[in-house]
Structure formats: C-alpha cells, structure tokens
C-alpha cells in the first residue's frame, strides 16, 4: 500500500466529502480459478480495521463470469484506498492459478507433476507460487539455497560435468542435487554418480524418452524447456515425474476483476 500513498495519501478519494459507509462487490470479469482473497482482505484493513471484507468462495475455487467473490462494508474514502491493490493481488494470483490449472489438466492420468521455476517477479515468488499449488502445481526451490541445481552456465564456467557433480556430492550437506543435461551423450558422463534428479532441458521427445529410461534405476526425472499447452502432454507421456514451466509464473495472464458500488 504504501507504494500507493506516498507522498501525499489518496488526494483524489480525499476530496469526497460524504465519506459515508457503502457497500461494494468484487466480480469476475472472466472465468478463472480464484486466488488471492485474504491478500485483497489485508489490503482493505490496511486502510481501515473497520473495514469488513466477506468471501463469497475460497482460493482454488473454478468460478464463472460475473460470480461475486466478494462484498466489502466500510467507509467510502478507505474502500476507494484499497481498491487496486486488493484487485491487482487477486488478478495476479488467480492469474497464475488459471494458468496452472490448464496445464495440470492437460498431464491428467499421466504420473507427473506440473512444476513452477523461480522464474517470478521480485519480492513476489511466495505470492505467485502459492498461485501455483492453488492451480494444481507444486514448487520448484524458493531460492538458491534450497539445493544444489547445476545448470549450463555452471558448467560453462567449470567445464567439467563430471567433476562438477563429484564437488557438489561431497559438499551437499542434507540439501538435494539436480543436474541439467541437454543431451544424452552429456547425461552419459554422470550416470552412476549418487545424485537425486536429473533435469532434462530442450529436448525431443524421443531424446526425452531414453534420458528416462537410461535414469529408471538412478534417478528422478524432469523436463523443461519449450513446454506448452499443445505439447505438455506428449512431454508427460514420456514418463517423467517432473515437467518445470515458467510460463506458468512469469508470462500468466491477469484475470479481470472488478469492484463495484
């Protein structure tokens, strides 16, 4: 809120003079899966604790256009306040729910997981993440810390995949490894060595296929890179655990809502 009320407060809201008690509704411009009401509730509180903000749903809820989600009671000038970052929490998260949630659904019956990345606007991951398991998704690391992920430019500045990997088993400390390989003959190098899941990165389906068969005794398995609504299924049918997307977080469109007096 405060990004909104510096330096000056709401100078157009403060020139009501009838700050009377009213009664708004929040509406779904599109279909969607919500997200985000007790974030939209804080935000009318931040204005004013006296400010009442009842849910008509709840988070992870399929609703239709022009479902009420919410009404909201309270003074006039406070409700006017909140309104956009109320509605801007909802359109984000629900957003990147929806988004989820068609993915999932095209990878149903399939034993894999839709995965976000960390791929997410900043000081917003926890926001946009918990979008994603309301969707149907799981998450991927919060940060550089939660484990030990070797990527390409790791090893374009290493060189070595093997001994890279060899490092990182000796100094895992309890945290999980995952190695990205782009080709079989790369993933060939480290077969054998005691990690936990290989991350399949932009490959064919039929590369994709044998990087799983070649890891079914060793390791967990993953995809990522290129993953779309038309495709995600056959990358599913592969049988990787794992399918990572981006999409899901950084390119989600934001569902339309709308608060109305």
């Keep these: 809120m405060s990004e909104d009320l510096r330096p000056s407060g709401d ?109 997410t606007l900043p000081n917003l991951r926890t926001i946009q993440k918990y979008g994603v398991r309301l969707g149907g998704g799981i998450n991927h690391r919060f940060n550089l810390s939660d484990e030990i992920l070797i990527k390409d430019n790791h090893l374009a500045v290493d060189g070595n995949i093997r001994s890279l990997v060899k490092k990182a088993i000796r100094n895992k400390k309890g945290k999980k490894i995952t190695v990205e390989v782009d080709n079989i003959k790369q993933f060939k190098k480290i077969i054998g060595l005691k990690f936990n899941r290989v991350l399949f990165d932009n490959m064919n389906i039929k ?19 290129g993953i779309t609504l038309k495709n995600v299924s056959k990358v599913a049918s592969t049988g990787v655990k794992r399918i990572s997307i981006g999409k899901i977080t950084h390119s989600a469109p934001a569902i339309n809502f709308s608060l109305e007096i």
């Design 207 to 225: 590369n994709l296929k044998k990087g799983v068969m070649l890891s079914s005794k060793f390791y967990e398995t993953e995809a990522s890179g």
């Design 11 to 119: 100078i157009t809201s403060n020139l009501i003079k009838n700050n009377k008690n009213i009664k708004a509704r929040i509406i779904a411009r599109e279909n969607c899966v919500v997200g985000g009401l007790n974030f939209a509730k804080e935000a009318f509180k931040h204005s004013s604790k006296k400010t009442t903000f009842q849910s008509k749903t709840r988070d992870g809820r399929k609703i239709k256009k022009g479902k009420v989600i919410a009404t909201v009671h309270g003074k006039a000038r406070a409700i006017l306040k909140s309104e956009r970052v109320a509605l801007n929490f909802l359109s984000l998260i629900s957003g990147v729910a929806t988004m989820t949630q068609k993915f999932v659904n095209k990878v149903k019956g399939k034993s894999c997981y839709i995965c976000c990345t960390r791929k």
